[in-house]
């Protein structure tokens, strides 16, 4: 068992002051305020201020929860570049009557759809409206048009 400290001993941790002592900041007279209006005079509870520059710490200020904004326009812009690509895809693959074989535009089909659905598929991804995914699917679309055309204008007027 270890002997209890020896006060007369000044290697041995003294005990704390007496909550009335000195040490200890005094409760407020009546009738004065219990925090002095012009910051910290007196030290918080532990010894540390809560915060370093205690003249520069604000209240926290509540954070309102923002709703996302929803892109304005319409999302017709989108649509109608997915649907024109589809129909630049299909068109020249088309079965055709005899009257309109005859004439050689069948290679030619896919321009006048694949061209306008590109233009609409940049102008919707580039401004804020809606329909973008379906523009992005409508420029890839109208790409593979323009290709598909481009291949059949080859093999059927520039190559020997």
Do not use: C
């Not at 006060?7 to 003294?14: F, K």
């Not at 005990?15 to 009335?20: D, I, K, L, M, Y």
């Amino acid at each position: 068992m270890t002997n209890p400290p020896d006060p007369n001993n000044p290697g041995y941790p003294q005990s704390p002051p007496h909550p009335q002592s000195a040490a200890y900041p005094q409760p407020p007279a009546p009738g004065y305020p219990p925090h002095p209006a012009s910051g910290y005079s007196q030290a918080p509870a532990g010894g540390y201020p809560q915060h370093l520059w205690p003249e520069h710490a604000q209240p926290p200020v509540p954070v309102q929860p923002v709703a996302p904004q929803r892109p304005k326009g319409s999302a017709a812009t989108g649509v109608l570049a997915l649907l024109l690509a589809i129909a630049g895809l299909v068109a020249p693959f088309l079965p055709f009557s005899n009257l309109i074989d005859r004439f050689p535009v069948r290679q030619y089909l896919a321009f006048p759809f694949a061209v306008p659905a590109l233009a609409l598929a940049i102008l919707t991804l580039a401004t804020p409206r809606r329909g973008k995914p379906a523009a992005a699917i409508g420029m890839m679309i109208a790409f593979l048009a323009l290709a598909v055309g481009a291949i059949m204008v080859y093999n059927y007027d520039l190559k020997p």
